[in-house]
C-alpha cells in the first residue's frame, strides 16, 4: 500500500523559509514524477513544483521560480521542497504526490496523480 506522509509546515513570517519533507513507502518509485501541489482556501488545487525520481530532474510553477526548490533522497525515499522569500500567497494546504507518467509524461496536472498524501499547512504571515 503506497503511503506518502507530509512533514514540515508551520507558520512563518512573510520572507521566511520551511522545508517540507514527503516520506513515501509501500512500492519503488522508479520512473515516477514526485510533485508537490498546493490548495488555497475557495481555489483550486495547483502545480507546484514536481522531481524525476530516477534522475532528480525537476521543474517548477512560475509563481515559486527563484524560491522554491524540489529534491529527493532516493535512499531515504522522501522528497523535499525547500521553500524561501514566503509570501502570504504562499499560504496553502500543500500536498505530496505521485505519477505513473513520470516527469517527462506528465504536464502538471491534478488527473495526472495516483498517489497523494494528506496534506500539511503552511501558513505565512504579513
Known amino acids: 500500500q503506497v503511503q506518502l506522509v507530509e512533514f514540515g509546515g508551520g507558520l512563518v513570517q512573510a520572507g521566511g523559509s520551511l522545508r517540507l519533507s514527503c516520506a513515501a513507502s509501500?512500492?519503488?518509485?522508479?520512473?515516477?514524477?514526485m510533485a508537490w501541489f498546493r490548495q488555497a482556501p475557495g481555489k483550486e488545487r495547483e502545480f507546484v513544483a514536481a522531481?524525476?525520481?530516477?534522475?532528480?530532474?525537476?521543474y517548477s510553477a512560475d509563481s515559486v521560480k527563484g524560491r522554491f526548490t524540489i529534491s529527493r533522497d532516493n535512499a531515504k525515499k522522501t522528497v523535499y521542497l525547500q521553500m524561501n522569500s514566503l509570501k502570504p500567497e504562499d499560504t496553502a494546504v500543500y500536498y505530496c504526490?505521485?505519477?505513473?507518467?513520470?516527469?517527462?509524461?506528465?504536464?502538471?496536472?491534478?488527473?495526472?496523480?495516483?498517489?497523494w498524501g494528506q496534506g500539511t499547512q503552511v501558513t505565512v504571515s504579513s
Open positions: 504526490t505521485a505519477s505513473r507518467l513520470g516527469l517527462y509524461g506528465s504536464s502538471g496536472s491534478v488527473e495526472e496523480y495516483d498517489y
Open positions: 509501500g512500492r519503488t518509485f522508479t520512473g515516477y514524477a
Open positions: 522531481v524525476s525520481w530516477s534522475d532528480g530532474t525537476s
